[in-house]
Each structure stands twice: as C-alpha cells, then as structure tokens.
C-alpha cells in the first residue's frame, strides 16, 4: 500500500523514469550531470519494506538510467533489490529520525518520530554508522542547521 492505497508497479515504475528523465534533463541544461537518485517520503519508505516497490524504483531508473547510485535506508529489503538491478547504492542512514524495531523509519505522523537532540542523534550515527555509506537530516525540520553542525561526520 502507497499513499493509503494499493500501489500499481507499473504506474512507480513509469512514473519514477519519467521523473529521473526530467532531471537528468534539467541537470544538462545546467551544465550538470545527475549522478544520484534517492526515493523521497512515502515511496522511499514504502520500497524500504516492500520489495516489489523497490524493484519497481529500479527499473524505472534503468530505463533511462544504468550508472546512477541509488539510495537506500541501510539494512533494508531496497538495499539488495537495487544491487541485484545492477547499481551501486548507497546505503543511508538518518540522524533526525527514529527507528522502528523493524529498522525501518517511524512516521514522521507519529509523535516522537523526529530526533531534536543531537547528542542522541551522534550516538544513533555511531550505532548505524558500520552499515551506512551517507547520512540524512531533514532541512525543513527546526534546529537542522544545529543538528548538521552537532553531527559532523568528522566527530563521529
């Protein structure tokens, strides 16, 4: 279920090439090149649990793509699924948020779901940071500058 409904493969898989296309597009016009892709919100989690979610990412980003890394919550069922697609990927880990018992991301819907503190933030880095390539925190959450400058990778 995506979204609050039951998710059409087909639909991700198009929709999430179409999407890539366009920035790889924007990207040239600019004189860049894309180089990642990260699954945002409720797809990203969605694919972090549901394999067929996850393969229905990948194959969108090969059809216009086959050398971008691709992102995922480390330790996740989306981590093996992209590299059995054939990509390197990048295994993620986030420094704002809290994890189920699963290992997946609580909902940012559910109170508590947001970590404020950095300290507690740090030592979460320190416990994930053997099965992570890169590190998330939320910009639009209050205090991100705060918790960026408190969680340098440097002092972790």
């Given at each position: 279920?995506l979204?609050?409904v039951?998710?059409?493969?087909?639909?991700i898989?198009?929709l999430?090439?179409?999407?890539?296309?366009?920035a790889?597009?924007?990207a040239?016009?600019e004189?860049?090149?894309l180089?990642h892709?990260?699954p945002h919100g409720?797809?990203?989690?969605?694919?972090a649990?549901?394999?067929?979610?996850a393969?229905?990412?990948?194959?969108?980003?090969?059809?216009?793509?086959?050398?971008?890394?691709?992102?995922?919550?480390?330790k996740?069922?989306?981590?093996?699924?992209?590299?059995?697609?054939?990509?390197v990927?990048?295994r993620?880990?986030?420094?704002d948020r809290?994890?189920?018992?699963?290992?997946?991301l609580?909902p940012?819907?559910?109170?508590g779901?947001m970590?404020?503190d950095?300290e507690?933030?740090?030592a979460?880095?320190?416990?994930?940071?053997?099965f992570?390539?890169?590190?998330?925190v939320?910009?639009?959450?209050?205090?991100?500058?705060?918790?960026?400058?408190?969680?340098r990778l440097n002092a972790?």
């Amino acid at each position: 279920m995506l979204f609050g409904v039951t998710y059409d493969a087909v639909a991700i898989r198009e929709l999430v090439g179409e999407q890539v296309g366009f920035a790889q597009e924007a990207a040239r016009e600019e004189g860049c090149e894309l180089y990642h892709v990260k699954p945002h919100g409720a797809l990203y989690n969605e694919a972090a649990a549901n394999g067929e979610v996850a393969e229905a990412i990948a194959a969108g980003v090969k059809q216009v793509a086959q050398d971008l890394f691709l992102m995922g919550l480390a330790k996740s069922v989306m981590v093996g699924v992209f590299r059995r697609a054939g990509f390197v990927v990048l295994r993620e880990a986030f420094a704002d948020r809290r994890y189920t018992a699963e290992g997946l991301l609580v909902p940012r819907s559910e109170t508590g779901a947001m970590i404020e503190d950095v300290e507690e933030a740090r030592a979460q880095l320190v416990r994930l940071g053997r099965f992570s390539d890169t590190v998330c925190v939320h910009s639009d959450s209050p205090g991100a500058l705060n918790m960026l400058r408190g969680i340098r990778l440097n002092a972790v």
